[in-house]
């Protein structure tokens, strides 16, 4: 039978007194802030694995599990001395991540979590057996959901492992390949605006506008994308892409990263942002997208480039970016190589997007009563 608690009933919130990083140890126990570990100490504040809320700021409400022998600084909010003939700590854990903080945060401008507020938060405990049986699903699932992910930043890792090994590194140029202008090879260098009406032209749907945090490292991603309108887009001529355009993010913290743009042609746009390379038939955009991310052209050629007030690229210096140049059938091979390991990390989001479902499903059913048929309604 499900019984409701507060969760001063079954542990005791409280923060630790915090210390400076300047009294760090380079070993000893593992210190946790808001986010997680941060660093190491002398002392512990905690033998035993903890439930760690974030108190303060943007992360107010995450939740971390402390490993044992732990110092718990003082902007995360302690769940001690649990009760565990009450409440199972993973249980709990999966619980209060489930149903939010969002009726005890107090604050806009700085979110927080006050003692006072989180102890009244309502609890609600099956028995200790039940409790364990759910957290074991959740735990098997979550644990299927880390190999995925894991599988896909290691694939994510080999694309650029197999970059070096086909075309090596460029301060070394074992292979002898010729060095050129980027410029050489473009028929293209330019970038979008924005557009009238600024944000107030953003719309719901309609033609997407590329912005530089849809730029990632050799990936487009589209979840945040804005859309513009088609008399909007047609407006925007210079800023249209083609498929197979090479995207540099040219301003900001982001400025650098790469991607190819594989879509419809001349159906979406950039902004200001982000620059479009639109290359001849020598260089493989693929080659070029992954030469841009290499750790070698971030730190030789980014760093170099950039203002020493504003980080930004001009179409100048990127069109006198010095580069490699492979024979074309190398380039070519190493983009139906990454295209290969591209569908093997398609297969496996597929497969982390259907586990994540089946994860919310069984968080869903297991705290509102469907997953043993009791009656855990929250």
């Known amino acids: 039978m499900t019984k409701k608690y507060l969760l001063k009933d079954v542990c005791n919130p409280k923060q630790w007194k915090t210390i400076s990083q300047k009294n760090f140890t380079k070993d000893g126990y593992p210190v946790y802030g808001a986010n997680g570990k941060i660093g190491f100490y002398s002392e512990y504040t905690h033998a035993n694995k903890t439930i760690l809320v974030t108190c303060r700021g943007a992360t107010c409400g995450t939740l ?26 993973k249980y709990l854990y999966y619980y209060v991540e489930y149903v939010g903080f969002n009726n005890v945060i107090t604050g806009t401008a700085q979110p927080q979590i006050t003692r006072t507020n989180i102890q009244k938060m309502p609890i609600y405990l099956p028995s200790l057996v039940e409790q364990k049986s759910i957290a074991s699903i959740l735990d098997k699932t979550m644990n299927v959901i880390d190999k995925r992910q894991q599988q896909i930043e290691a694939l994510s890792v080999l694309k650029q492992s197999v970059f070096l090994d086909m075309f ?47 730029v990632l490292w050799n990936r487009l991603c589209l979840e945040d994308v804005v859309f513009i309108s088609e008399e909007t887009h ?57 030469y841009f991310n290499n750790d070698e052209f971030q730190q030789n050629v980014v760093n170099k480039n950039i203002g020493a007030t504003r980080q930004a690229f001009n179409y100048t210096q990127i069109k006198n970016f010095d580069i490699l140049v492979p024979n074309i059938t190398m380039q070519n091979d190493f983009e139906d190589k990454v ?38 309604k929250v």
């Open 168 to 214: 090596g590194s460029v301060k070394t140029n074992k292979h002898k390949l010729k060095m050129a202008k980027l410029g050489d090879f473009t028929s293209l260098v330019t970038s979008g605006s924005t557009p009238r009406g600024g944000r107030k032209s953003y719309l719901k749907e309609g033609i997407p506008l590329v912005r530089s945090q849809n």
């Open 234 to 290: 047609n407006n925007m001529k210079r800023s249209q892409l083609k498929n197979r355009d090479v995207l540099l993010n040219i301003t900001g913290a982001s400025i650098g990263r790469s991607v190819v743009y594989e879509g419809e042609s001349y159906n979406a746009n950039v902004n200001q942002h982000v620059c479009i390379i639109r290359l001849n038939k020598n260089i493989n955009p693929y080659y070029l997208s992954y």
């Open 339 to 376: 295209k290969k390991v591209n569908e093997q990390i398609s297969l496996i989001s597929k497969s982390l997007e259907q586990i994540n479902k089946l994860y919310d499903s069984i968080l869903h059913k297991a705290f509102n009563g469907e997953l043993f048929n009791e009656d855990i």
């Open 64 to 89: 971390n599990i402390s490993e044992p022998y732990s110092y718990i600084n003082g902007n995360a909010m302690a769940l001690d001395n649990l009760d565990e003939n009450i409440a199972d700590l």
